[in-house]
Structure formats: C-alpha cells, structure tokens
C-alpha cells in the first residue's frame, strides 16, 4: 500500500462521480474503471501513533469508498470469491457500494461473513482475495478489506435498519466453547437458523482472541464489543467464566445440549527453552498481550500492572510478533526490536503489519536466532545473547531452514525479551474429555464435517489446526454451524475422511 | 455477580469473604483456587477455596490485604457483589488415604492448608497441624483445624502456644518419626525452610505456590515456577509441588516483578480512600 493517496485522475473521476446520482448510479465503463487507482487507507501520522493506543487505520470516507468500488470490474468469474475463507460475495457488496446501496452492501455482506468489522481490519487481504483479484495482475488490487470495512462498520452503527431475519424457535440447544472468531461465527449463524446458543467463555469477557490479543490500536475493543452485543440481540447467552475442563467438562455439556462446538483456541504459550527465559522481564506474548489489551494495563488507570520496557527485544515473526513490537514502543520503549531467526522475505505477519511498524520506528533484525536470556543478580532480565543465521535448503514447511554461522555470538542489551514465537494446545478441555481423539500435537482430530470423534461435538479454529488466522477460525465457525444445523436436522452427510491438523504452524491472528 | 453473604476479620489484615458460587462449591476440590476480578477494571486475582458451603452454594475466600485489589476486596461488604469468580482452578492435592500427615501454615497459608486437612481427616489420616503467625492476634483458622486432629499454635513473640517459628515444631515432629507427608504452605521464605528441613528425613514434603497469575488456565505462562530443573506452571500444573524440587529463590524473585507498582497503587489507593472517608 503506498503511503499517500495518487492524485492522478483524482479530477477526471470527480467529474464523473458528480454528474451521476449518488443513488442508482449507472455503471462505470471497464476502461473508466481501469483509470482509477487504488485509494490509500488514511491513517494517524506514525510518529504520533507510535506513542498512543488510538486506532492506526482511519477508515475511508465515503468518497473514498465509493470510487474504490467503481474500480472493481465485476468478473463474471470472481476470483476473490474462491479466496475468502467465508466465501463471501465481494462482487456483490461491493457493487450495490458503488450504486450507492450501502444498506444493500451490508446485507449483502453480513449474510456471508459474522465479523466483517474485524475481517475488513485483521485479514490477510493480501494472500487471500485481493492476490487473485483481477486489477492485481496489471496494477494494484481492488482495497477489498477497506471496503468491506467501510460497509460494516456503517452497519455497527446503524443497527436499528436491519430487520430480525431470525428463523423460528427450532428448540434445540447448542453449546459453543469459546468465544474466539470461531466461535462467535458459529453463534451468529446458528442463532439465526432458530437454535438456541450458549456460548461457554473461560475470561471475564467476550471475544477470545480478539480482546486478548489483537491489540486496540489495529481492533478496537468497543468494535468487538459491538459485534459481541449484536450477537446477544439475536439471542445467544453468553456465560463468562467458565472453564470447560474445570467448571464444567465437555462431557456434562454434551448431556445437556443437543450439540457441541469446541473453538477454544490454541491456548498455551511456546517458550524458546533457552536458559534465563523464566527471568523478571521476560513475558510470552500471550501475557504481554492479554496484560496490555484485556486487563487494559496501558491505561494508568487500571489495576492491572505491565512492564514498560526501554530497550525491548521481540522474539518472533508473525503477527503476534508484530503486535508485540508494536505495543512496546507505544509503551514507552525508546527501541523495540523484532529478532527474527529467517528473512524478511519469510516473515509470516501480514505486509501491512510490517510496513506499520517500520513506519512506528521499530527495528529489524533479520537472521537472528537468540540462545540466552542474561540477568542481573537481582533477577532482571539485561541482554538478549544471540546468534546470526543463514538460510540453508528448505525445510518441512518449504520455506529455507536458518542454519547458525558459527563464532557470530551477540548480546542485544535489553530490559524487557518478549517471546512471541507461537502457541500450543492446551489440555485443559482434552484431557477431561476421554472419548475425544487427539492428534500427537495434542490438536482435535475431526472428520470433514468438522465433527469429532463424540457425536454431535464439532470443533474448529486453532484447537483442530494450530495457530492460523481469525478468517479461517471464522470460516470453520461457519462451516461447524452448518453442519451443526444438519445435524440437529439428522441430515449430516456421512463424512468422506477424517483431516487430522497439519503440524503446528506459528503464524497466528 | 457472587453476592457476599458473610464476612469476617480474622487478622489485622486477613478476612474471609463468604460468597455465593453454586457450581464451584458443588465440584471444588482441596487444593483448587479461583481466580477472582472485583469489577471493571479490577485485576485477576488468584484465591484460595477455603471452604465450601455445598447446601448454601457458597464458597469462602480468605484473602489478606496486601495491595490495592486486596484493600478493595476486603472493603466490600455483607449485601454487595464481587463480578467475576472463576474456577475451580488447578490440580486438586493428592491426598493421602492412610497414616499421619503434618499440615504446616503461616500466615495467611493456613487458609490454604485447611481444606487439605480437612479432608485428609475425612479420609483417616491423622493430621497434626502446626500453625503460626507473629502474636496471638495474627493466628486463624485454629478452631477449624482441631477439627481435623492435634494443632500445635506457634507465635514469633510467644504471647500464645508455644514461642518460635513453626519450622521449630516441625523439627520436633520429624525428629519423633512415623509422619507420612507435610503440607507446608504459607510465605515463601517459611516454605522452603520447612521444605529443608524436611529435606534430611527423606519425609515428602508437599508447597503451594502462589506465583502472579492472569488467566489460571495455562494460557499466559506469567505464573511459571521451576520444579527440578523444569518450567511448570503453577495454575495448572500445581499449585501444589513437592518442595525439595523448587526453585524458591527464583519463585520469590518473580514475585516481586511488580512490587513497584503495587507500591504506587496502594498509596494512592490509600489516600483516595482516606480523602473518601474524610468527605
């Protein structure tokens, strides 16, 4: 994305954009189309958002979002659909935008995606629709993200135009645990087919990952509330608090519901098992995160304490990684540095993301992999020893394994290490839950209804693939609902062959 | 909403809560804890199950008041709510089902120790509690702990049952012989002294670690302990761990990461409170 909006052909769409209607406009000729360039997502200046939790995308105007959707071609053959994991239909939305249907988008839209506030910010446009859109091969994609939104986000707040598309009470009962993007999704989706939905969530409040992890200045947490809310209108019981596998154990659930859906996430955090991790100073992005973004400890108001480090290493090249980094620098850090043990060319967090923190003055170092944690004699964390790398032949994930060059030992001094390096199952839910087959990772096996081993008990998201991403956590959500619906019915399909989770992939959100 | 429906000064700074939370005094085993969080923008804290009501579905939080949410939890009263209970949380103890036990508690640990004794007593084990405290007044729990068997009182100044620590008592009840295991839980300092002195007579020696905490389930990895030479986690994996293997030094260590903050809160806590009452 580039920094600030072309201004080319700026007038010459005007023009047009002013002598059609702002309502049942008439469509734009291909060529006309072809001439508008992409328009930038405006956001707060870097410098300034380097030191506040305030939201770092503005959003588009209206302006802005209604020539972006004109650049859309209208394929016969939408590539983009293919390359959502909810499927939606982009074409769609996105030209009842551009006639000026904005009431016609958001229906459109929220028939096919739960979330769309959280997926217009938080997606991978960039490896999902937009790739394949047809504008990227000869310049830049159609902003499908920042449309899509633009239209939710004038759906959140303006709730009361949507009619109750609610289906009749069917009377069935289903529980969902977890109230992550998986889980959330599914809520939607079955609330609306007629089911009755509780939904069984471990924190004090709702949203899984979302209000843990993603923090406030890319996914505002009133944003997901309003989601949550929105949910709760349509009648889905929320019950905080309740650890499944401690309060109550997926078998006493499963007596009394008439069906199950596991989304409780990935859970627990990877350490680097090097020596000195457990110093003060060092904290799993998992802390770190839910520290600042759950329990709100960037507000000085709250109880809740965090470290606020000066020179802050980050261990890690995902999206939480990024996260990580970039919450440092808000918090204070005069450096705050992402240690990395590949490439840029391997960094799994989204381009945006990277780019993002570049432009808050947080730091690279690429190649790098760390073998110690070194502290004073009080406990406190003052370096981080590492290695350099180089990449050698490609490994299992086909991406070129870092192999260490010998004798290039460094010591980063730092007063706070942040590992960020990826998530692992917890057992908490597992282990009280006999007859529910694992993998050796620990992740729940499932057949390609997503059903597991238990009748009636689905699951998806991180607990059957490992860390992914909140849009394919959304997409089994939506798929788990389904054939929870056919089930309830007593038309599931028999399945055609269990998927067993895939090893453990590090690259969350 | 956990409604408070009775509460009680047991110490100067120790007070039991008692609060409705039906389904956790239904299952809560000894040994488990909950995670509590006053309100918005209160902390998780993790508690201690003391007690259960099963027939009232009350459980009994005793909580000494040390920061800022602990001066807050222990103002609240008779009538008012805490908003977020959750649990029951950790592994329960292993509890023996035979022979003699020594549960050992200082301070406000002697919350945690009782509802080991308790059961251990049910289950036939004879358990001689040492408990202790710095003067007659800072001592709890004692009448609830004859209940299970012999309770030997220990104060620092001697101005009730017997004068000294209770790593004392406990020598001497080592020295007699014939002890199964010992439950010693309370200040760190006192848990690996009594974790040492069991350490000769080859007696296993059971501690409750209560490292700073966040979700209890696993999750942030803040309350990470290392029990011979390996990272465990308190919340899940404890609290309970057999004291010859921890690392107490580094458990003491992490647990004062925040005591800076915790320092700031209360002070302003304190006066806020007081400027309060003033008005």
């Not at chain 2, 939080?61 to 008012?80: D, M």
């Not at chain 2, 003491?252 to 009452?277: G, I, M, P, S």
Request: with cysteine; charged share 25%; aromatic share 6%.
């Amino acid at each position: 994305m580039s920094d600030s909006r072309e201004t080319d052909g700026m007038d010459q769409i005007a023009d047009t954009l002013a002598g059609r209607a702002a309502a049942n406009r008439e469509p734009l000729p291909k060529k006309e189309r072809m001439r508008i360039d992409r328009g930038a997502m405006p956001e707060q200046n870097a410098m300034a958002r380097a030191r506040n939790f305030a939201e770092v995308n503005l959003g588009y105007t209206e302006q802005l979002a209604i020539i972006e959707a004109d650049r859309c071609l209208q394929c016969p053959k939408p590539y983009c659909v293919d390359g959502c994991p909810v499927s939606v239909n982009i074409p769609n939305f996105i030209r009842l935008l551009g006639e000026g249907n904005i009431k016609g988008a958001a229906d459109s839209l929220l028939g096919d995606n739960a979330l769309p506030c959280v997926t217009g910010r938080v997606c991978p446009q960039e490896t999902q629709c937009e790739q394949v859109c047809l504008r990227a091969k000869t310049g830049t994609p159609v902003a499908i993200g920042n449309l899509e939104r633009y239209v939710a986000d004038w759906a959140i707040n303006h709730t009361e135009v949507f009619a109750d598309t609610k289906a009749a009470p069917t009377g069935k009962k289903v529980a969902i645990v977890g109230s992550g993007p998986a889980g959330l999704s599914a809520a939607g989706a079955l609330a609306k087919r007629g089911h009755k939905v509780t939904i069984f969530e471990a924190f004090h409040a709702a949203g899984g990952v979302l209000i843990y992890g993603i923090p406030e200045f890319r996914l505002p947490k009133d944003i997901v509330q309003k989601e949550v809310d929105r949910l709760v209108a349509d009648g889905v019981e929320i019950e905080h608090n309740s650890i499944i596998g401690k309060t109550y154990t997926l078998p006493e659930l499963r007596e009394k519901f008439d069906a199950v859906f596991v989304a409780v996430g990935a859970g627990l955090p990877v350490f680097m098992n090097v020596p000195g991790e457990n110093l003060k100073g060092v904290y799993s992005a998992n802390e770190y995160l839910t520290r600042v973004n759950l329990m709100g400890a960037y507000n000085p108001d709250s109880d809740t304490p965090v470290l606020r480090g000066q020179r802050v290493a980050v261990v890690g090249g995902g999206n939480v990684a990024m996260d990580s980094v970039r919450t440092a620098r808000r918090l204070g850090a005069a450096e705050s540095v992402c240690v990395y043990r590949r490439s840029r060319a391997e960094l799994p967090a989204r381009a945006e993301e990277v780019h993002h923190a570049e432009q808050e003055g947080v730091r690279f170092d690429f190649l790098v992999a760390p073998t110690e944690v070194l502290g004073d004699e009080k406990g406190w964390v003052t370096g981080l020893k590492c290695v350099r790398m180089e990449l050698g032949e490609p490994d299992a994930s086909g991406r070129r394994r870092p192999v260490e060059i010998p004798g290039s030992e460094f010591v980063f001094p730092c007063d706070m290490v942040v590992v960020a390096i990826g998530t692992k199952s917890n057992p908490l839910l597992t282990s009280t839950s006999p007859d529910l087959r694992v993998n050796k990772w620990g992740y729940i096996e499932i057949d390609d209804n997503l059903q597991t081993s238990m009748p009636g008990v689905f699951a998806g998201g991180d607990i059957v693939r490992g860390a992914a991403t909140v849009i394919l956590a959304m997409g089994d959500g939506k798929k788990a609902a389904a054939n929870i619906d056919a089930y309830l019915r007593g038309e599931l399909p028999a399945p055609v062959a269990a998927t067993a989770a895939e090893s453990p992939d590090h690259a969350a959100h | 909403m956990h409604l408070i429906v009775a509460k009680a000064q047991l110490s100067p700074n120790v007070t039991r809560l008692v609060v409705e939370a039906p389904r956790i005094a239904e299952i809560r085993r000894p040994g488990q804890f909950v995670i509590v969080r006053r309100g918005p923008g209160g902390e998780r804290i993790p508690l201690t199950i003391a007690d259960v009501d099963k027939a009232a579905g009350t459980i009994s939080l005793v909580i000494q008041a040390i920061g800022k949410s602990t001066h807050e939890l222990t103002s609240l009263n008779v009538g008012e709510a805490i908003q977020d209970i959750a649990g029951p949380l950790g592994t329960p103890t292993h509890l023996l089902t035979s022979g003699h036990a020594v549960c050992v508690g200082g301070g406000v640990g002697t919350a945690v120790v009782y509802p080991i004794a308790q059961a251990l007593a049910a289950n036939g084990v004879k358990v001689t509690s040492i408990i202790g405290g710095r003067s007659k007044e800072w001592v709890i729990y004692e009448d609830e702990l004859r209940a299970a068997g012999e309770v030997i009182v220990c104060t620092d100044d001697g101005s009730y049952g017997r004068p000294g620590f209770v790593t004392e008592a406990l020598k001497e009840q080592c020295e007699a012989g014939g002890i199964d295991e010992v439950f010693a839980i309370g200040p760190v300092p006192m848990m690996r002294a009594c974790s040492e002195l069991t350490r000769p007579f080859a007696i296993k020696t059971t501690v409750s670690l209560n490292s700073i905490m966040i979700d209890g389930t696993g999750m942030c990895g803040g309350c990470r302990v290392s029990v011979g030479g390996k990272t465990e986690y308190a919340c899940c994996d404890g609290p309970e761990f057999d004291g010859h293997q921890v690392d107490f030094r580094m458990l003491a260590d992490r647990l004062n990461t925040y005591r800076e903050f915790e320092q700031v809160a209360l002070e302003r806590w304190t006066e806020h409170h007081a400027n309060a009452e003033a008005h």
